[in-house]
């Protein structure tokens, strides 16, 4: 067999595995989530930035708007999921989110970084950026 046919051989076999695999719906706005359906989320996509967050929370007001746009704008890249801390108590606990909003990066089901506080929407993006890929 020469190359160029073990190179098509190759990517057909990767594109009929591909076809075969369950196709997983990313969504376009943050998931809100409870301590019941946390594990749930972060196992079933590949990345996910869990927000800890309270309703009453100034910061967290003020990166909401920027947890949902990027939602949008890496759909199909990054899951974001929001849990609220003063009903999810056991959570944050167990996240370790003692100041909030807290955002932790869940990368295959495991935290990979952390981050504190609220910040502008270019640093979130480049933070994330270093975990793409």
């Known amino acids: 067999m020469d190359e160029i046919e073990e190179i098509k051989r190759r990517k057909l076999e990767k594109m009929l ?19 019941a359906t946390l594990a749930e989320v972060v196992q079933k996509y590949p990345l996910v930035l869990v927000d800890f967050y309270a309703d009453w929370c100034q910061p967290c007001r003020m990166l ?14 990054v899951v974001f999921a929001k849990i609220n801390v003063d009903q999810n108590p056991r959570a944050a606990m167990q996240y370790q989110a003692m100041s ?3 955002l ?3 990368k295959n089901g495991k935290v990979v970084d952390r ?17 793409l890929g």
Request: aromatic share 6%.
């Open 17 to 35: 595995l591909r076809a075969s695999q369950p196709r997983v719906e990313y969504p376009s706005a943050p998931l809100h989530v409870n301590e």
């Open 115 to 131: 981050m504190v506080g609220a910040m502008p929407k270019q640093t979130l993006l480049a933070w994330l950026k270093r975990h």
């Open 100 to 102: 909030i909003p807290t």
């Open 64 to 77: 909401a708007p920027i947890i949902e746009e990027l939602a949008a704008e890496l759909r199909g890249k």
């Open 104 to 106: 932790v990066l869940f």
